[in-house]
């Protein structure tokens, strides 16, 4: 009886591990055809020595370009060259982005001595809000959640003021922030209610 | 078939019932994956689906992707799943011309296989997968599969020069008619390395 309730014995696994780069995604020896051919090879050369000196060895360099005709070699080099000149200015261009994006972190006082505190901004920096928002109501034992705000944005609202450890949080697990591109904001009461 | 950059999409959790019969499906598709079915798939795993652009849908076990599929056509592997498993696939292969536009998400053309650096099955092959023979076909030393692939059939799709796969998509004309005519398109909408189903996050 205890033999037909013992798991199946599986035979070794079959699945190969491929090494994908560490730059551009795809297997190392297709990095000639993306836009990011020198930074691939850095991270190859550094990461897989081995796998570097197969696939860039002069040998198999070679190889490569005996298989095509002058005319598909030219048009080849000028098709990479464009590649690159676009994955740069793609790169440039986010680089651009990224130093303009601010994040704010605003302390807003709902009640007398009740504060939320809203984040604003991290869309930019490629982080999911919804993702986000758990990871910090984790961290400060507290409710966190997305919002959409009037502009047609999301922020993320974090009950109670946590201004100064969610600045500090922020610089600690997203590396991609620049401490200079996240200002606190403390958002008052107005003196005067608006309404009745 | 998946030029554009996809935005991920939520996942959604199969009910065993239909991952039982899309596991049957992958069984008849691609008979050469029984040996690895069990590990591709577990028997109590659970699958999840994501949907994405153009009807089509992603399978996903454990944040990986295996599968996609456009309505209800073929079930086509996701290319990470080849990489891992390429012995289950039928395969040709293209010279190293025509990686470049394969890659940029162009139709193949068939005088990117008849080149001196391209293969189709072997001269004399099998018209077609005959019956009971469904595991007895395979790849020679060469890159040349072992029968005539049809049109309609999955096929992955190997490059001159490369150990892996760069493309998966479905014959629009069979391979001996590709070796007959000697041009028109091959392949149609593949899913590439580097195109929007490859980049997709499925975390
Ligand atoms: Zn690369």
Redesign the interface.
């Known amino acids: 009886m205890a033999d037909s309730e013992q798991p199946e014995i599986?035979s070794e696994?079959?699945?190969?591990?491929?090494t994908y780069c560490g730059v551009?995604?795809?297997?190392p020896?297709?990095c000639e055809?993306?836009g990011t051919v020198k930074k691939c090879q850095d991270w190859l050369q550094e990461n897989h020595p081995a796998l570097y000196g197969r696939i860039w060895s002069p040998e198999?360099l070679e190889?490569?370009t005996a298989?095509?005709?002058v005319d598909?070699q030219k048009r080849?080099a000028r098709?990479a060259q464009k590649k690159t000149a676009k994955a740069e200015a793609a790169e440039a261009k986010q680089a651009d982005k990224l130093a303009k994006s601010v994040i704010t972190i605003k302390r807003i006082e709902r009640n007398k001595k009740k504060f939320v505190t809203a984040v604003i901004g991290l869309e930019a920096f490629g982080l999911e809000l919804k993702k986000v928002a758990k990871d910090l109501g984790k961290k400060f034992a507290t409710g966190s959640s997305v919002t959409k705000v009037p502009s047609g944005g999301e922020e993320i609202v974090v009950q109670g003021d946590v201004s100064d450890e969610l600045h500090d949080f922020l610089l600690e697990k997203y590396k991609d922030i620049p401490e200079d591109n996240i200002e606190l904001v403390d958002d008052k009461k107005k003196k005067k209610a608006t309404s009745g | 078939m998946f030029k554009k950059d996809i935005t991920p999409a939520p996942k959604q959790k199969l009910k065993s019932s239909v991952q039982r019969s899309l596991r049957q499906a992958l069984l008849t598709t691609y008979p050469l994956m029984t040996p690895y079915i069990d590990e591709i798939l577990p028997k109590k795993s659970s699958l999840e689906s994501m949907k994405l652009p153009d009807r089509n849908t992603l399978y996903v076990l454990d944040n990986v992707p295996l599968f996609y599929q456009q309505d209800t056509g073929e079930v086509m592997p996701h290319l990470r799943l080849v990489h891992r498993f390429p012995q289950a696939f039928p395969t040709i292969r293209i010279d190293r011309g025509a990686i470049r536009f394969v890659l940029s998400g162009a139709t193949l053309m068939a005088p990117g296989l008849t080149s001196k650096g391209g293969r189709l099955p072997v001269e004399g092959a099998a018209p077609k997968l005959e019956e009971g023979k469904e595991l007895d076909q395979k790849v020679d030393e060469d890159g040349r599969w072992s029968r005539e692939l049809e049109k309609g059939e999955p096929v992955v799709i190997m490059a001159e020069g490369k150990e892996e796969a760069c493309a998966v998509g479905v014959l629009v004309a069979g391979t001996a008619e590709v070796k007959a005519k000697g041009k028109g398109p091959v392949v149609e909408d593949a899913h590439f390395l580097g195109d929007g189903l490859w980049n997709l996050g499925t975390e």
Do not use: I, K, N
Not at chain 1, 13 to 18: A, G, I, K, N
Not at chain 1, 24 to 27: A, E, R, W
């Open positions: 599986s696994p079959q699945s190969r591990h491929v551009c995604t795809l297997p020896e297709y055809y993306g198999a190889a490569a298989a095509l005709s598909a080849a098709d």
